[in-house]
C-alpha cells in the first residue's frame, strides 16, 4: 500500500469516504464535488485514451469497448448535478460521443 509519510491520520476516514462516494450518489457537498470532477475527467478526451490502455490490457475488443465508453459517457454527463460542470464539458462530451460513434460504424 502506498503511504504519505505526514498525512494526517484524523484525516484518513474523511478521504476515505470522499473516495468511496465516487461509486454511489454523492450525500454531501464535498461528496458532490470530488464526484463531479470525477465525471468531469471521464468526459474528457484523455479518457478514451484511459479506455483504450484499459481495454488493450484486459484483451476486450476494441468495438466492444467504444460501445462500452459511448454508454459510460452518456451515463456520466446525464449523471452531473451542477449546471455549470454540465455547460463546461458539453463541447467534449459532444465531440467524444460524435468521434465514438464515427468510430463504431466502421464496425457495422
Excluded at 5 to 21: A, N, T, Y
Excluded at 91 to 98: A, N
Aim: aromatic fraction near 6%.
Amino acid at each position: 500500500m502506498l503511504t504519505i509519510k505526514d498525512f494526517p491520520k484524523d484525516k484518513i476516514k474523511e478521504v476515505k469516504r470522499l473516495i468511496e462516494s465516487i461509486n454511489r450518489e454523492p450525500k454531501t457537498d464535498d461528496e458532490v464535488l470530488l464526484t463531479t470532477a470525477d465525471e468531469m475527467a471521464a468526459l474528457s478526451p484523455l479518457g478514451l485514451v484511459r479506455l483504450m490502455m484499459i481495454s488493450g490490457n484486459r484483451g476486450i475488443k476494441v468495438e466492444n469497448a467504444l460501445e462500452w465508453e459511448l454508454n459510460y459517457i452518456d451515463k456520466r454527463f446525464n449523471r452531473l448535478r451542477l449546471k455549470s460542470a454540465k455547460e463546461i464539458v458539453k463541447k467534449d462530451y459532444e465531440e467524444k460521443r460524435k468521434l465514438l460513434l464515427s468510430c463504431l460504424a466502421l464496425y457495422v
